[in-house]
């Protein structure tokens, strides 16, 4: 699997990303900055662009299949430690839809936990019982 991203390619904005990268958690950080992530598997991709301010996050996800319907949409959420629980509110073949969802972000690396079909609501949610680092993303906290 390919892992890149960038908000932007600022050497100044690198050299923070850098320092970021070495703290432990968000929570820690006081002020609000971008984050960017982008996980490609074969023609797929998704990428994730989240704004952090305090223990808050908001941005945009989109998850792109290759000749098949995309998700797009806004993800919000709130931060805690190294955790984030996030809500996603997007459109799929024109039908508006959310999702809650659960991210890791530790050493610089975004990791969700995976998804699973509940079979009585037919619905996607998050698998609780799964190992969160299933899905690795892999991007750059710039500042």
């Not at 820690?28 to 797929?44: E, M």
């Not at 319907?69 to 430690?81: L, Q, V, W, Y």
């Not at 972000?105 to 799964?130: C, H, I, V, Y």
């Amino acid at each position: 699997m390919l892992f890149l991203a960038a908000c932007s390619s600022s050497d100044k904005k690198s050299a923070q990303a850098d320092s970021l990268a070495n703290k432990d958690t968000l929570a820690k950080a006081k002020a609000s900055y971008p984050l960017c992530f982008l996980n490609k598997q074969g023609k797929d991709s998704t990428s994730i662009e989240l704004a952090v301010n305090g223990n808050k996050v908001s941005g945009q996800m989109n998850w792109l299949l290759y000749q098949k319907d995309s998700r797009k949409g806004a993800i919000e959420g709130t931060i805690s430690n190294d955790t984030i629980h996030a809500t996603w509110s997007f459109t799929q073949e024109g039908m508006k839809d959310t999702l809650k969802l659960n991210f890791l972000f530790k050493n610089n690396q975004l990791s969700q936990k995976p998804l699973k079909l509940n079979t009585k609501t037919g619905r996607e949610q998050t698998d609780e019982a799964a190992e969160r680092d299933r899905e690795r993303w892999r991007g750059r906290a710039d500042r």
